[in-house]
């Protein structure tokens, strides 16, 4: 932590920093300028971080120079995590996973067909929602544990493990002891003790950037999962909430690189609810798969004009196909395969 | 919902939207123009909006002419809500309630302390919180139901109802079961489970703003507490994210005139998380009465330096008061006692 | 400037940033903390802030302790600036100075009735733009200096100076010739020879923010003027670019606080342009009465339907009225007269 | 237009809107739903557009069907137009151009190592600008007419055209006399008086978009060159401020395949000043080649640490190299050569 005092700040005001800093077995470097005193707190890092600098008279600033997440920091693990699931390798370097399928379950026959096509295309993981968070309490909110029934069905029948959203403390190991993956959405991302519930399950967690998290902030979610003992965390950028509204969202698709630095987890992207419109789809899949994304996930609807949710975003199955050819080729120019 | 048409759709393409239309029991209006055809759907609102008219050939977009929330609106119920609180009256246009208190419940004295001065100065609830949402897994979480307990004391002993927030879905009971008013804070403003069980709980709630949430989401969290039975909400505006960093948040002052508007709740602010600062907090509360709020919601600690959760924005005692005096001149202007 | 140290950084890379800092007569105090190197670098502000120090090897990241901005800072200059315009004290802390006229001149009778009405109610300064910037080019200009002459007349019929527009650096000499305070516009806050060359000017100007700058970069554009040699500026809030549509703008009221620390110069808000919409207006003033503003700016009009330029936040005559007594109600609760 | 009035409007109020439009030569077709009657305006653009409807009794909201810019719309030109310059095609579907250079021309060697390095690499135009806007007065502005003159020689000597920005309407026809194509910077895309001076010039102009501005409001600015005369604009992504931090703006990727959709005018990418660190540059241009773009422009300095603008965001000359190696893979995946 670097604390930057006021202009006038004097000598005494100086010296209740350093007391503080000693009180908590910490000491501190002083830098005297022309203008502004700046003093170095050196020691533990939490016991730092605690404190409430800005508070005490005289302290302008309080700059951390160091991040509040650790574990999830490529400083405490510099190899990349990969995570298997069912013979998937998601984060490995020379490969690119396509995660798709419905936004959420409607019906057998909804799931089967979009699960048989985009398995037929290349996908490797199935998405289907059987909890859905939505805006409006009036809309559609999933079919609940039906849905991972019907999840359970198809990921036998087309050999395909699967991702599920869940929402509730309470839901936890029920979605648990279907899913291969956990879903935490982007309206979950701060819920904390969501987070830690899926913390304490065996299964990987894709966690989604809240749509207006910093990067910051978002590791640190992923610290509170992986602090309860689970490390197969996989980010997912799925657009930030900016003043443009052209499009559903901002893909902010330089979080892809920057995350890469800062973490060891795997980072995926989604282009449907970064987009939010069909056409915008394949663009941002092939963006992400050029920019150094380990996989992309991807909504899939036979009859998106009837989708109950997020009909607007989805690709038909055809349009799946293509875009999985596209994507395909920019993998590979960049030294992945799907 | 209004439905406006590619500039090359056909007849066909409009055929099918009127079809579509009349298959949920609602009718279009089609509007020719030189460049584009608009088609007025009229008919069952929540029936409309849960088709998604993007994803259907030939549209180009759809705007919707009435908000999703319902309940909560002022077309709804014209007059404004009043709370009453152990005979403290939230929303009524001649009273600005000052609620007061520690950031987090630390200790007895620190909460005693503080609940004695905030009282004599004039707050007339008392905020003190036992669970803390925190960025960091390694922060202070709160004393948890100990915090409570103390509160109860502090109730009795001061003479005033608190207030106090609720993370957890599972914890939603116990709090209920301690205080006057339940608080969502502002990461869990999309917890739709936590919204649904704080709607079944026979106790005011205060509901803060998403730090990016627009007012219609807001109003539409609003409406899951409002339709699980609980139609006691309080809003509150904390401060929303922008581009701007020189204080902690952008206090959205604009949307508590808005708020006003749209709906029949009322509307409070918090200027300690909106501005982050303690030098903030008494420009902001002055803006936040003159604007037309209900009231107001203030951090406040005896010894800020050592406070375990935001001591930077928290008010001393004295300041404390000094605030008070000022606010209530400015209360008085626009015709409002504290 | 703080200069942290990569993890990885070795003795040779320290060295040479110290290096570095001595070839341009600076120097640097070394911190080593466990994880982390910190330089803190002691000399010349402006040197030191021109190296690229990023760019250097080693070099994870740069935080600068002072403010590129210095003569219209507070620690320049602790006492607050006043400007006289023909008598009008604007920044003084027992006056509230309010600015008020159409947005545009469109004839003789609209301005005159506007200047006449709004001098009555009592506005000090009036407002009325001879040269518009709009969004597309077919929108309504402005009336050049036929509509400064218009001004001219209506200063001298109702005794009220006139603030004015200026857009081109070429028309520069010609707006000053006639106005009494010139403004440039939030669009035109980073055009850089406009900011010079009214900088040169005998002029106050109005310096609005952009609407996407931050607190540093609207005090360097004030920066820019101050350097040419005009001391005279005035700095207009006006609502900021964010995720929230409701208002036109969301109205940055923090920044008001924040500049009065910041800088030496008037604060002033414009709630016209911020919120966009006339029934906003007033509750947007009595805010930045409360706050500690130094004087609003409104546009008026007496038939805004029929307006060429944002009819729809312009104030009636009668409303106008209106908003001054509860203006100066709240004013004169914060020890200001209007 | 789309008009939709207020739940408690009348009769007279509805009436009155359908004589303002009449009043304009245009016509309303009125359709009444059960909370909200709303009025279609067919007619003149222009024309209906002037009409500041929200200002009129009973008017709720009124929502444009079209958008105010016409020529430089994908409706009004369906085919891509394509510029040319010195042999050079920007625009072309099969074709990525890469523009690269320092950012600031500081010398001749500087310069003349950078363009000789670049060339050979690949880069088919010269980027160095003569003219810098700086957020700080203090900061290099640039060489001037100098850096013209330089690189009017680094023309000759390594056959690339070059582009140079243009900050001051009095000087557009200085660096029109010697650039290839001129360019309109970030902090100038509102600047209108400037837009119109480059629209008369016979040069291309690259149009960057203002890091605030909506694709609405940017391709109004284009539609203000083109109006006067000039159709060879380039429009230029380069990030867009958010609250994300962690690098120096967000690039909007997605503006990428929307522009194309809206507009006929090429679209390049600035992945330097997007991402604003060295390490982003070539992950950020693989996303822009992906996407669609017609090309990138990137800062290329031969020593970073010691440039006077934007070092930290320079390729060294191997490094860009290396990607452009790994763009033209990317580029050649989507059917593109550099």
New interface residues.
């Given amino acids: 932590m670097?604390i930057?005092m006021k202009?006038d700040a004097g000598e005494a005001a100086v010296a209740a920093v350093i007391a503080?800093l000693e009180s908590i077995g910490s000491e501190g470097?002083v830098?005297?300028?022309?203008?502004?005193t700046?003093i170095?707190a050196?020691g533990d890092r939490?016991a730092i971080?605690?404190v409430?600098?800005?508070?005490?008279?005289g302290v302008e600033r309080a700059?951390p120079?160091?991040n509040?997440?650790k574990f999830v920091s490529r400083?405490f693990q510099p190899e990349d995590t990969v995570i298997e699931v069912r013979g998937v390798p998601i984060g490995r370097a020379d490969e690119f996973v396509v995660v798709a399928g419905p936004c959420a379950v409607e019906s057998r026959e909804q799931l089967f067909r979009t699960a048989e096509a985009v398995r037929c295309s290349g996908a490797r993981v199935l998405r289907g929602d059987a909890f859905k968070?939505?805006?409006?309490?009036?809309?559609?909110q999933g079919l609940g544990e039906a849905a991972l029934e019907l999840l359970d069905e198809a990921r036998a029948e087309f050999d395909m493990p699967f991702v599920a959203e869940v929402?509730?403390?309470?839901d936890v190991e029920l979605v648990s002891s279907y899913a291969d993956i956990l879903r935490v959405g982007t309206?979950?991302m701060?819920?904390?003790?969501l987070l830690q519930e899926v913390g304490r399950q065996p299964k990987p967690v894709q966690l989604k950037r809240?749509?207006?998290a910093?990067?910051?902030?978002w590791l640190?979610a992923a610290?509170?999962i992986f602090?309860e003992g689970n490390h197969q965390i996989i980010m997912v950028e799925r657009g930030?909430?900016?003043?443009?509204?052209?499009?559903r969202n901002?893909?902010?698709?330089?979080?892809?690189?920057?995350l890469k630095?800062m973490a060891h987890l795997p980072v995926m992207v989604d282009p449907s609810h970064?987009?939010g419109?069909?056409?915008?789809v394949a663009?941002?899949a092939?963006?992400?798969?050029?920019?150094?994304a380990d996989g992309i996930m991807v909504d899939v609807h036979p009859e998106?004009?009837t989708?109950?949710v997020?009909?607007?975003q989805?690709l038909l199955l055809e349009d799946f196909d293509e875009m999985m050819k596209?994507v395909t080729?920019?993998a590979?120019?960049?030294g992945r395969s799907t």
């Fill in positions: 670097i930057v202009r503080k470097h830098s005297k300028g022309q203008y502004r700046v170095g050196l939490e971080h605690q409430p600098w800005e508070a005490i008279d700059v120079v160091l509040s997440y400083e968070p939505r805006t409006s309490p009036y809309s559609f929402l509730d403390p309470r309206r979950n701060s819920n904390y003790t809240g749509f207006t910093t990067l910051q902030e640190n610290e509170y602090k930030i909430r900016t003043f443009e509204t052209a499009a901002t893909l902010d698709i330089t979080a892809v690189p920057l630095q970064a987009g419109k069909r056409q915008l663009p941002l092939r963006a992400a798969a050029a920019v150094g998106p004009e989708a109950l997020d009909g607007e989805a596209a080729a920019v590979v120019a960049v």
